[in-house]
T-cell receptor
Framework: GAGVSQSPSNKVTEKGKDVELRCDPISGHTALYWYRQRLGQGLEFLIY????????KSGLPSDRFSAERTGESVSTLTIQRTQQEDSAVYLC?????????FGPGTRLTVL | QKEVEQDPGPLSVPEGAIVSLNCTYS??????FMWYRQYSRKGPELLMYTYSSGNKEDGRFTAQVDKSSKYISLFIRDSQPSDSATYLC???????????FGAGTQVVVTP
């Protein structure tokens, strides 16, 4: 079956604009994670959804960042009033019983 | 101090050599230790994992964990050009949960 998909693959925006990043998890996976990867750095945890439980938002860097997930389907990560330091690859992963499977990421560039 | 430290490299080796990668960590609560491989412009994929201290072998790959010194290693035998990628260690407190990634080590295997 299909893996985790993310859209868009690349996004260039101007400082101060809002952006929405989308993640389509593997069907049936109850857990979904968002990570950020800055150039030359490891993945930084942002937020975690597990079923109908309240999401773990402990990694969100500021109140400009928010994410939603409806049921066990698509998730959207929204960044408001983007800043240049938000430039990074945003990776989504979904998990069934065990392993996290990652999507290819969205490369965000804030000019 | 970061929770997980990993030398970013790059580490360049000739084909057929043994590649030695390592991470150190500070959180003694980590129990699960994952290694991910990430090719350029792709999402990370799970290579192997170990639980607690000890060794685990899978084909040309061997993972070692020494919890007493908080030291994690990955060895790649008979390295191939297709092994050229970034390798990220990712320990976790709970199994398959929120991962804490190292910065990743870039490996280049030259023919």
């Amino acid at each position: 079956g299909a893996g985790v998909s993310q859209s868009p693959s690349n996004k260039v925006t101007e400082k101060g604009k809002d952006v929405e990043l989308r993640c389509d998890p593997i069907s049936g996976h109850t857990a979904l994670y968002w990570y950020r990867q800055r150039l030359g750095q490891g993945l930084e945890f942002l937020i975690y959804f597990q079923g109908n439980s309240a999401p773990d938002k402990s990694g969100l860097p500021s109140d400009r960042f928010s994410a939603e997930r409806t049921g066990e389907s698509v998730s959207t990560l929204t960044i408001q009033r983007t800043q240049q330091e938000d430039s990074a690859v945003y990776l989504c992963a979904s998990r069934g019983a065990n392993e996290q499977f990652f999507g290819p990421g969205t490369r965000l560039t804030v000019l | 101090q970061k929770e997980v430290e990993q030398d970013p490299g790059p580490l360049s080796v000739p084909e057929g050599a043994i590649v030695s990668l390592n991470c150190t960590y500070s959180n003694s609560a980590f129990q699960y230790f994952m290694w991910y491989r990430q090719y350029s412009r792709k999402g990370p994929e799970l290579l192997m994992y170990t639980y607690s201290s000890g060794n685990k072998e899978d084909g040309r790959f061997t993972a070692q964990v020494d919890k007493s010194s908080k030291y994690i290693s990955l060895f790649i035998r008979d390295s191939q050009p297709s092994d050229s990628a970034t390798y990220l260690c990712a320990p976790s407190v709970g199994s398959w949960g929120k991962l804490q990634f190292g910065a990743g080590t870039q490996v280049v295997v030259t023919p």
